[in-house]
C-alpha cells in the first residue's frame, strides 16, 4: 500500500489539533517509517509493506488512546540527547532541561551529586556526562524506574550509582555525604489535575506526578531534612517546583535553616526553581 503524510494527518486531525497532527505525521514518517526528511517535506509517496502497514495501524490506535508519542517511539530527547522511556517514567519536560542547564552554570566540575526521584534518569545522566569528574547518585522508589534510567546511564556511558530509596521512610547513614542534591520530585496537586492533557493523565505515572492537596510540600521538606544531614557546609539545593508554592518552599527552607535561598522563573515566566544552601 502507498501512503503519505497527508494520510496520516487526515487520520489524526479528529483528535489533534492540526499543528499537533502534522508534528506527529513527521515523526511517524521520519522516525518510524524511514522516510527522508527532504521526501516527506515534498509529500511523496511511502511504499509500506504489509508489517509496516499493521505498524501503522497499531500507532494510529496508540495516538487515538493519547499515547504520548514518546513512549510509542521509546525515547525522548533531553538536552540534545536521546533518553529510552516508557510508561514507568515520567517524560523529560522542557523545564527540567533549565533546570540541569542552571546547575550546570553554578558547580563546581567535582562534586558529590545526589538526584532524588531520578525517574527516566535524565537530571542524573546529564549531570555525570557534563562533569565527568563528578559522582552522580540517583534514587527512586520505582523499580521500574531504576531499570530505565540504568539502561539510559548505560547507553549514555556513564556510571551513576542507582539506589532504591523511599525518601519519605528513608534515613541515612552517618557517612553519606554530598556536595549537592538536586529533586524534581512529584508536585502537582489533585486540584490541578482538571487542566491537565489527557495523554499526561492517562500515561504518565501518577507516582511521578501528584502530591495529596492537604501537603504539597511533602516532598520538599522532606528532602530539606535529608540535606540537613546530608549536604556538606555549605552545599546546595537544587528543587524543581510546582510555580503555585514558590514563597512557601522558599519559607520552609528558610524556617529549616538553609540560607542564600533563590526562588527562580522558567523560560515562561512561572516560578520553577528554588535553590538554597545549607
Ligand atoms: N512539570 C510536570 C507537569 O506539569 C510535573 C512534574 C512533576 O510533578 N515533578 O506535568
Same mark, same amino acid.
Given at each position: 500500500m502507498n501512503i503519505t503524510a497527508s494520510y496520516i494527518r487526515q487520520r489524526l486531525q479528529g483528535d489533534y489539533t492540526s499543528q499537533e497532527s502534522g508534528n506527529l505525521s513527521r515523526l511517524i514518517c521520519?522516525?518510524?517509517? *524511514?522516510?527522508k526528511a527532504v521526501d516527506y517535506y515534498l509529500g511523496k509517496d511511502i511504499t509500506l509493506s504489509v508489517k509496516a502497514e499493521q505498524e501503522l495501524e497499531s500507532i494510529l490506535t496508540r495516538l487515538h488512546h493519547f499515547e504520548p508519542i514518546q513512549y510509542i517511539l521509546g525515547e525522548a530527547r533531553f538536552l540534545g540527547r536521546t533518553f529510552y522511556v516508557a510508561p514507568g517514567v515520567l517524560i523529560p519536560r522542557p523545564e527540567t532541561e533549565e533546570l540541569v542547564e542552571l546547575m550546570l552554570k553554578e558547580l563546581s566540575p567535582i562534586s558529590r551529586i545526589l538526584d532524588i526521584g531520578?525517574?527516566? *534518569?535524565c537530571i542524573a545522566v546529564s549531570l555525570a556526562k557534563e562533569l565527568p569528574e563528578s559522582q552522580v547518585t540517583a534514587w527512586d522508589v520505582s523499580e521500574d524506574a531504576l531499570s530505565i534510567a540504568a539502561s539510559n546511564s548505560k547507553s549514555l556511558q556513564v556510571a551513576v550509582r542507582f539506589e532504591q530509596r523511599d525518601v519519605l521512610t528513608y534515613s541515612p547513614d552517618a557517612t553519606e555525604r554530598y556536595d549537592v542534591i538536586v529533586s524534581n520530585p &512529584?508536585?502537582?496537586?489533585?486540584?490541578e489535575k482538571q487542566e491537565m492533557e489527557q495523554n499526561v493523565l492517562d500515561w504518565e505515572p501518577s507516582l511521578a506526578l501528584f502530591v495529596p492537596d492537604t501537603d504539597p510540600l511533602r516532598f520538599y521538606r522532606r528532602i530539606a531534612m535529608l540535606g540537613l544531614e546530608?549536604?556538606? &557546609?555549605?552545599g546546595k539545593l537544587y528543587f524543581e517546583i510546582n510555580r503555585a508554592f514558590g514563597e512557601d518552599i522558599v519559607s520552609m527552607l528558610r524556617e529549616s535553616g538553609y540560607h542564600a535561598i533563590r526562588l527562580q522563573k522558567d523560560i515562561s515566566h512561572n516560578d520553577r526553581f528554588v535553590i538554597a544552601e545549607k
Open positions: 521520519c522516525e518510524i517509517l *524511514g522516510q531520578t525517574g527516566s *534518569g &512529584p508536585y502537582v496537586i489533585e486540584a546530608m549536604l556538606v &557546609p555549605g
